[in-house]
């Protein structure tokens, strides 16, 4: 059973930084791509960054361009969202999801994280 467990959430001051990591495990030995999506209350859940299954590809939205990297390690099966110059209008729910295949992909794949809040006060 694919298991995705994300650390790292909390509240920090307009300006501050933030490191969010997601623990996978159970991924049968395959590599996958992998994104971080946000949801806040009246928005639908949206990729704030995703990464393709070597590494190699990364794609942001907009708002997140400049501001936050995402990478990941296979070996230990982690992914990471380091996020800097953070915004009020950042805060949410993150979640981890294992995307559908190897490639970034538009749509998430099925399996999601419990979520890690992370809130911005101004």
């Known amino acids: 059973q694919v298991q995705l467990v994300e650390s790292g959430g909390g509240l920090v001051q307009a300006g501050g930084s933030l490191t969010l990591s997601c623990a996978a495990s159970?991924?049968?030995?395959?590599?996958?791509?992998m994104g971080w999506y946000r949801q806040a209350p009246g928005i639908n859940r949206y990729a704030v960054a995703r990464i393709s299954a070597s590494g190699a590809l990364t794609d942001y939205t907009d708002s997140a361009k400049g501001r936050f990297t995402i990478t990941r390690n296979n070996a230990e099966e982690t992914m990471t969202l380091h996020m800097t110059d953070l915004k009020p209008e950042d805060s949410g729910v993150y979640y981890c999801n294992r995307g559908r295949g190897t490639a970034l992909s538009t749509l998430p794949g099925d399996y999601w994280g419990q979520g890690t809040q992370v809130t911005v006060s101004a």
């Open positions: 159970a991924i049968n030995g395959r590599t996958w791509a």
